[in-house]
C-alpha cells in the first residue's frame, strides 16, 4: 500500500481502499461497517442516558470519526462535487453534522438527532460490495437488502417517535420504547398500551403503518421468490438467472455460472 501511494497518489490508494477487492481493501470496508455499527448503537444507548457533557462531547467525538471517514470517501471518488451530490453521501453527511451540532440540538430541535440512523443507508452500500466475500449474501441478496431497508426504516421511525415523544409521553421513555411501538404499529399488531396522541401522533402512526407494510410485503416477495444468482449475461447483460442455467433466458448466451464454492 505504501509503494501504491508513491506509484500512483493518495486518490489511487483510497479508491483502491474503498472499491477493490483485495484483502486490505476488504478489511478496510469491514473496518467501516463495524464503525456504522458503533455508530447506531451509540444512538441507542444515548438514548438511555441524561443528558450530559460526556454525551455530548462523544456524540462530537463520533461526529468528527465520520467526517474524516466522509472526506476520505469524497476524495477517492475523483469528481468530489458529483459525489458529494449522491443521495446516499447528502444523507451521510446530514447524519454526520446531526453529531456534530448535537450541543445545539437540544429541546425543540432536538428531533433532528433521529438523522444520524441515516448512517445506515451507508452500511448497506457497502454491504453491497462485499458480495464476493459473503456468501450468504450472494445466495439471498435481494433479501437481505430488503431486510437492511426495513431496518433502515425501523431505525429512522423509532428515533422520529423517541424525539417527539419522550418529553411529554409516559409510554416512550427511551429507544426501546420508540421501538416497540415502532414495530407493533408496523404489523398492525397495536396491543394499546403504547399511542402517540394528537393529530401529529396519528399522522406518523399511519406513516409508520403505510410504509412498513409496503417495506413487510416487499421482503415477503424476496424471500418467497425463486432463488437467482448475479451472473452478467456476456451479451445482453441480464443480471439475474437461475442457479442451474445453463443458457441466458432472454438472448440465448452460453452462460458459465461458477459454482458456489468457485464464486
Known amino acids: ?10 486518490r489511487v ?18 473496518a467501516l461497517l463495524a464503525l456504522d455499527l458503533l455508530s447506531v448503537g451509540w444512538i441507542v444507548l444515548a438514548s438511555f442516558l441524561p443528558a450530559s457533557g460526556l454525551v455530548l462531547a462523544v456524540d462530537v467525538a463520533l461526529g468528527l470519526v465520520l467526517l474524516a471517514e466522509f472526506a476520505l470517501r469524497i476524495a477517492a471518488s475523483g469528481v468530489p462535487l458529483r459525489a458529494l451530490l449522491n443521495p446516499f ?12 451540532l448535537a450541543p445545539l440540538l437540544q429541546g425543540a ?9 441515516l448512517r445506515l443507508l451507508h452500511s448497506v452500500k457497502l454491504i453491497s460490495t462485499l458480495r ?20 433502515v426504516f425501523l431505525f429512522v421511525m423509532s428515533g ?10 409516559p ?29 401529529t401522533g396519528r399522522l406518523l402512526s399511519v406513516v409508520i403503518m403505510l410504509a412498513g407494510v409496503t417495506l413487510f410485503l416487499r421482503l415477503a416477495q424476496a424471500l418467497f421468490r425463486p432463488a437467482k444468482v448475479r451472473y452478467p449475461c456476456p451479451a445482453c447483460g441480464l443480471q439475474r438467472h437461475e442457479p442451474d442455467a445453463v443458457h441466458c433466458k432472454a438472448c440465448g448466451q452460453l452462460l458459465n455460472i461458477p459454482d458456489e464454492g468457485e464464486a
Open 109 to 117: 430541535m432536538a428531533f433532528l438527532r433521529v438523522l444520524r440512523t
Open 1 to 10: 500500500m505504501p509503494e501504491m501511494a508513491r506509484r500512483h497518489g493518495p
Open 160 to 169: 422520529l417517535v423517541f424525539e417527539t415523544q419522550h418529553h411529554g409521553n
Open 13 to 30: 490508494v483510497l479508491r483502491h481502499l474503498y472499491e477493490a477487492g483485495t484483502p486490505p481493501a476488504k478489511r478496510f470496508r469491514y
Open 89 to 100: 453521501n447528502l444523507a451521510d453527511l446530514v447524519a454526520i453534522l446531526s453529531l456534530l
Open 132 to 151: 464476493s466475500d459473503l456468501p450468504f449474501f450472494r445466495r439471498n441478496e435481494e433479501a437481505t437488502l430488503a431486510a437492511a431497508q426495513l431496518g
Open 171 to 199: 409510554g416512550i421513555r427511551n429507544y426501546a420504547d420508540a421501538l416497540y411501538f415502532t414495530v407493533t404499529t408496523l404489523t398492525t399488531t397495536g396491543f394499546g398500551d403504547v399511542t402517540l396522541p394528537g393529530t
